[in-house]
């Protein structure tokens, strides 16, 4: 922590590059994360000011928190250190958008939904939908990466985002990638920000690869009685030359909340498809061939408007439930045929268990749990998915919850990840502690 | 190389699996660019094993290695610039999985891209990315350059296909990044592996994505008078809503080529053939080719050729599959050039082609993956005419250089390697350039493998040793 000398001297210095706030204890509560609370809150309105902010924080020595919509920032471990809240709300433009390239460029502040609309608006979106808050941004989404259902037809953020400009700690702005859907110039950094926590530098600016919006929808469910026979649907679908644009597998509680009439102990099997009318039609029905050799009954078709509801009552859900203050979430990453099993288990383990999956991979786990009982079953299923060649991350935990670790071993050596982010950020000031092993 | 190391090399993977006579090393000095340079010795390595102990060895002893498969490279990539050795991985050839379940493949670095496929489409599978040089290069190649190919445009590049990787640092420590799931808790090194041509680690195994074969394939050839109204029919194919697999255009000069060798019955007085390709689920895909016929009628085509059966899909291919032989015959040589542009710009980048390879007397045709932006200017002459073969390289500068004046950049698909290198000021300030550089400090501090790539010489130089 800084001095409170530094501080207003800090404070001073960053004023020349942004607006900032010197938030008094009831305004700090805002921008309190995991207990602690920054000293400064920079609001930079341009991607200049936002490296200049960051070298300024860096010559001070300042923990910086970069902060987009805060909707996610429960995620991670607590902070080792936190100075200064790095708003970048005022980064909020559309830069580019050229329908006939299928291309969008934004700034990091611009809200996913308002993307969305402006994409709309000459019929085409970003095919992104992850169940996140209406305050989510695009700097904060590539920052967490989650994904949403249609991760299965066209692959998550990773696979959608072609450029970047990143604000570093040295107070550069550096591109990657660029306006173009194939490029080999250079290093691909673009992948290396997605999912990086803002640990690297603050991605400023980010060019999209967009979707002309499906001609229309169709939407099914089906009525399983555990979650290792709707797993058994998904993966008979998986198997077909069809292209779902969701497959998601929900228990009760979830069903429930998602509207849809699943008796208790049961599961739902959630589907859906996007594109033109008989594609979609030939989905609808081979859906329901598969539920029944599956082992449901049948399988109900949503008219539109019961579609549009369910989707975004389940999307509401799965976003409140999973970054509410007292709760234990957990997200499960897994290879498609291990997670029915892997449903089944979670929602076995704690109170009140939500549980929903993504037939990509993706399964979430929400439960009440004693703080001393937490521990034991995040260890518990996080061995049960890393022997399915998977691995599990705490998204979220309740205050009185300690000795998590909330990431897991990481996906490569441990080593070469601490020397990219000393590279990076030599100075650790980027969001310190929170990531995996300390970075 | 002193002899002692030569015996140590010898030691690990057997003495008849390192060459060191002039004549043998000659076959490794060049790839598919013109440049050539004589490694000191070439060694066949047919394990991860073998490779991380060649690595400890040429570690020890500063040697630089080039990690080498199918030797295809378009960009200079895998020539030994600095000397040391070549190391072969064409060898390493076993599928190790096949997951149907999970959609996964584990493959070795030297199994070749094609017999992947050919390997995955009797179980109704296949691996996406299809480059052009696919009957030849390998998935570690592939790895090393994010391999394009025709259906990109749908199914996007060689990262979106790689999940997992197992790599042996320069160093010889063996590691793995990514595995079966996507979204492994912390960076994605494997994503910046991907494309990092084979200056970071050398690839052992590799993790990849496999999809279903779609359905059915509806092929159709659209001829068009104007470059201009191919760029329109593609803008309004994609307004539409439909993506197609592959929208591929060939120009008159590589039309009249195609028509002197293998006569695939495209006009020869047409500005252009657009091949365009759409697949998925049966039901409907008739409705979209009737759509995309429509596009092209209001875009001035014409003619529009519908393929009927598998045998007129594959007429209408032969064209687009036979153009790089053909243009190969018109001269004694042929260079192609690899550029891409955001879609829009493509008809008057392609225009722009013309009037710089007619400004420097030079011979040219356009194949491009016109879906993607992604032009390959294919120059016809002879390299021993070192005048023209100095025109041909100054044209196909200057044409990277328009593509990146419209917010293009230098490759789409082949790489920077040794070829581009001097032209990434182009596209990347001094900034961009450090913090690449930054990545090659993290991986190989020491600067031995595959030196003297991608960056420009004054951001090589290591740090340390």
């Known amino acids: ?439 | 190389m002193r002899p002692a190391l030569l015996q140590q090399l010898k030691q690990i993977v057997g003495p008849e699996d390192v060459l060191t006579s002039d004549r043998d090393l000659m076959a490794y000095e060049y790839d598919a660019t013109v440049e050539k340079f004589l490694p000191e010795a070439v060694v066949f390595a047919s394990s991860t094993q073998e490779v991380a102990a060649v690595l400890r060895l040429t570690y020890q002893n500063k040697v630089p290695v080039v990690p080498r498969g199918a030797g295809t490279n378009l960009s200079g990539g895998t020539l030994p610039v600095k000397g040391g050795i070549v190391l072969e991985l064409s060898r390493m050839t076993r599928v190790l999985t096949i997951d149907t379940a999970n959609q996964r493949a584990v493959v070795e670095p030297g199994v070749i891209n094609l017999d992947l496929q050919n390997l995955l489409a009797p179980l109704g599978f296949t691996y996406a990315p299809d480059p052009a040089s696919q009957k030849v290069s390998t998935m570690g190649g592939n790895v090393g350059e994010d391999s394009g190919g025709p259906h990109c445009l749908k199914y996007g590049v060689t990262s979106n296909h790689i999940v997992g990787l197992e790599v042996v640092l320069p160093n010889g420590e063996v590691i793995h990044t990514g595995g079966a799931v996507e979204d492994s808790p912390g960076y994605d090194l494997t994503g910046l592996l991907v494309g990092s041509e084979g200056t970071l680690g050398v690839v052992t195994k590799i993790t990849v994505r496999i999809i279903r074969l779609p359905e059915t394939i509806k092929t159709l050839l659209g001829v068009y008078d104007r470059l201009e109204d191919v760029g329109q029919t593609v803008s309004d194919i994609i307004a539409a809503g439909i993506i197609p697999a592959t929208l591929e255009l060939l120009d008159r000069p590589v039309i009249n080529a195609v028509e002197d060798s293998v006569q695939a019955g495209y006009p020869r007085d047409a500005a252009a053939v657009l091949l365009i390709e759409v697949d998925g689920v049966g039901d409907g895909l008739e409705r979209q080719a009737d759509l995309i016929v429509e596009l092209c009628q209001k875009n001035k085509v014409r003619e529009v050729r519908v393929a009927k059966s598998a045998a007129e899909r594959d007429a209408l291919w032969a064209g687009r599959r036979g153009a790089f032989g053909a243009v190969a015959r018109v001269r004694p040589s042929y260079l192609v050039q690899d550029g891409t542009v955001p879609r829009t710009e493509l008809a008057a980048i392609l225009r722009k082609v013309l009037e710089i390879s007619a400004a420097h007397n030079v011979t040219v045709g356009n194949v491009a993956h016109a879906g993607d932006g992604n032009l390959h200017p294919l120059f016809m002459y002879d390299p021993k005419d070192k005048d023209e073969a100095r025109r041909v390289h100054e044209a196909g500068a200057e044409i990277l250089k328009a593509c990146v004046d419209v917010q293009g950049t230098l490759s789409g698909e082949h790489g920077i390697g040794l070829e581009k290198q001097k032209m990434m000021p182009w596209r990347f300030g001094p900034t961009e350039m450090d913090v690449m550089a930054k990545v090659k400090q993290v991986w190989d501090p020491a600067d031995l493998l595959n030196p003297g790539k991608i960056l420009p010489p004054e951001y090589q130089t290591a740090k340390a040793g």
């Open chain 1, 1 to 439: 922590m800084l001095s409170a000398d530094a501080v207003g001297r800090l404070a001073g210095q960053l004023a020349g590059a942004a607006e900032v706030q010197v938030p008094d204890e009831q305004a700090t509560a805002a921008w309190a994360v995991r207990g602690r609370r920054p000293s400064l809150i920079c609001v930079p309105a341009a991607p200049e000011a936002v490296a200049a902010a960051l070298a300024l924080c860096d010559q001070t020595g300042a923990a910086v928190l970069p902060w987009g919509g805060g909707s996610q920032q429960r995620l991670g471990e607590p902070p080792s250190a936190y100075d200064v809240a790095l708003v970048v709300r005022g980064l909020d433009q559309l830069v580019e958008f050229e329908p006939a390239n299928l291309t969008a460029t934004v700034q990091a502040g611009v809200r996913l939904a308002d993307l969305q609309a402006a994409l709309g608006a000459k019929g085409q979106w970003l095919p992104y939908d992850p169940p996140v808050s209406p305050a989510a941004t695009i700097g904060g989404l590539l920052a967490t990466n989650p994904s949403g259902p249609y991760r299965l037809k066209v692959g998550g953020l990773r696979d959608l985002l072609i450029g970047t400009v990143v604000a570093t700690p040295f107070g550069s702005l550096a591109k990657a990638g660029g306006r173009v859907v194939k490029n080999v110039t250079g290093y691909d950094l673009n992948k290396l920000y997605v999912g990086s926590l803002g640990t690297l530098g603050v991605v400023v600016e980010a060019t999209f690869k967009t979707s002309p919006r499906p001609e229309t929808e169709g939407s099914w469910y089906a009525v399983f009685a555990s979650a290792a026979q709707a797993g058994a649907a998904v993966g008979e679908l998986l198997r077909t030359s069809l292209t779902p644009s969701g497959l998601e597998v929900l228990n009760d509680r979830v069903a429930a909340a998602a509207d849809l009439p699943v008796p208790a102990g049961r599961w739902a099997l959630l589907g859906r498809a996007s594109g033109f009318r008989p594609a979609v039609d030939r989905h609808l029905a081979e859906f329901a061939k598969a539920a029944r050799r599956a082992g449901a009954a049948g399988a109900e078709q949503l008219d539109e408007s019961a579609a549009g509801r369910v989707w975004s009552a389940y999307a509401g859900f799965a976003c409140q439930k999973r970054w509410q203050d007292d709760t234990l979430t957990c997200r499960f990453a897994l290879p498609p045929d291990s997670v029915g099993r892997l449903a089944d288990l979670a929602a076995s383990h704690g109170g009140e268990a939500a549980v929903w999956a993504q037939a990509s991979g993706a399964a979430f786990w929400t439960a009440a749990l004693a703080p001393g009982e937490a521990g034991r079953a995040v260890a518990q299923l996080r061995a049960a998915a890393r022997a399915a060649a998977g691995a599990l991350v705490v998204e979220n935990y309740p205050a009185d919850v300690s000795d998590l670790n909330v990431w897991g071993p990481p996906g490569g050596p441990s080593e070469l990840m601490r020397a990219v982010k000393r590279e990076y950020d030599p100075r650790g000031i980027l969001n310190p502690g929170r990531f995996v092993d300390g970075i």
